[in-house]
T-cell receptor, first 114, second 115 residues
Framework: AAGVIQSPRHLIKEKRETATLKCYPI?????VYWYQQGPGQDPQFLIS???????DKGSIPDRFSAQQFSDYHSELNMSSLELGDSALYFC?????????????FGQGTRLTVV | AQTVTQSQPEMSVQEAETVTLSCTYD???????LFWYKQPPSRQMILVIR??????QNATENRFSVNFQKAAKSFSLKISDSQLGDAAMYFC????????????FGEGTQLTVNP
């Protein structure tokens, strides 16, 4: 079965550079979520999109932006990178209808800022 | 805002024995979902089990079962016949019923399985 695809899997950037993370949800899933997981921490919600509109917003820095495109894939754009942005970034997708419960996670993008 | 608390940073169990991981949460909502996710060293987030708050019956998935106490806002995970492959970080998570709403995770419990 198709899963959530994230690219790239690993990314190394220097401080003050820009990074773009991509997420391809499971086919027919209409909701995408982004989470950030620092070393030894639990995943923290950043932002979500339902039908290409922002549906929920968490602790996402102003330096970050995200969008969901017409084909439902999503991109997380991160500018002016800081050392503290080094983390594992997860994308998850779900099919939102009455009764939906499960979000399926991708394998994550490991971002290292040096 | 909802919060999820896991008071056991680390737990260990002998292979083939049973272990229970604790989770409590705080919410003002009457209907919601609760989950346990497993994160092995590969860092992949794997759903272990889920519980709908409106269901009184505790969810069960093979060797994994939950003890859901809605009034006490408690949601513990029991792993029976523990296997070496169960070793991982386990996260308890809460989600509102509203479509597109976020998962709120607890701090996690690192489970070690001893042979």
């Amino acid at each position: 079965a198709a899963g959530v695809i994230q690219s790239p899997r690993h990314l190394i950037k220097e401080k003050r550079e820009t990074a773009t993370l991509k997420c391809y949800p499971i086919p027919r899933h209409d909701t995408v979520y982004w989470y950030q997981q620092g070393p030894g921490q639990d995943p923290q919600f950043l932002i979500s999109f339902y039908e290409k509109m922002q549906s929920d917003k968490g602790s996402i820095p102003d330096r970050f932006s995200a969008q969901q495109f017409s084909d439902y894939h999503s991109e997380l754009n991160m500018s002016s990178l800081e050392l503290g942005d080094s983390a594992l970034y997860f994308c998850a997708s779900s099919l939102s209808f009455s009764g939906d419960t499960e979000a399926f996670f991708g394998q994550g993008t490991r971002l290292t800022v040096v | 805002a909802q919060t999820v608390t896991q008071s056991q940073p680390e737990m260990s169990v002998q292979e083939a024995e049973t272990v229970t991981l604790s989770c409590t949460y705080d919410t003002s909502e009457s209907d919601y979902y609760l989950f346990w996710y497993k994160q092995p060293p590969s860092r992949q987030m794997i759903l272990v089990i889920r519980q709908e708050a409106y269901k009184q019956q505790n969810a069960t998935e093979n060797r994994f079962s939950v003890n859901f106490q809605k009034a006490a806002k408690s949601f513990s995970l029991k792993i029976s016949d523990s296997q070496l492959g169960d070793a991982a970080m386990y996260f308890c998570a809460y989600r509102s019923v509203e479509s597109g709403s976020r998962l709120t995770f607890g701090e996690g419990t690192q489970l070690t399985v001893n042979p």
